[in-house]
Nanobody, 126 residues
Framework: QVQLVESGGELVQAGGSLRLSCAAS????????MGWFRQAPGKEREFVAG????????VYVDSVKGRFTISRDNAKNTVYLQMNSLKPEDTAVYYC???????????????????WGQGTQVTVSS
């Protein structure tokens, strides 16, 4: 069992930056691929970024490429999402998720992830 707790979401002006953190419990964090998703009101949950268990590969949705960076620190059981040049359309609840098993394949669909955090609100004002 893995518990995930996100933090770092807040209200920020367009063009600003935020860093989200996701702290994981358990000793198996370093064997899980991790992902960040977001969900805006009235919309489906959307894949944002993913990273392999060892940090060796990352993938992003096109809308955040060049602006967001996912990273992880396995010694701290934490995954991060650095978000720069934020836009109002980035407003959403952001969730981190863990996909069990070590693989070079990074899932982009919610059902490919087993454990989820409670989410953190990011609001970008224009």
């Amino acid at each position: 069992q893995v518990q995930l707790v996100e933090s770092g979401g807040e209200l920020v002006q367009a063009g600003g930056s935020l860093r989200l953190s996701c702290a994981a419990s358990g000793r198996t964090f370093s064997s899980y691929n991790m992902g960040w998703f977001r969900q805006a009101p009235g919309k489906e949950r959307e894949f944002v970024a993913g990273i392999t268990w060892n940090g060796g590969k990352t993938v992003y949705v096109d809308s955040v490429k060049g602006r967001f960076t996912i990273s992880r620190d396995n010694a701290k059981n934490t995954v991060y999402l650095q978000m720069n040049s934020l836009k109002p359309e980035d407003t959403a609840v952001y969730y981190c998720a863990a996909s069990t098993g070590s693989s070079w394949y990074i899932g982009r669909r919610p059902h490919e992830y087993t454990y989820w955090g409670q989410g953190t609100q990011v609001t970008v004002s224009s």
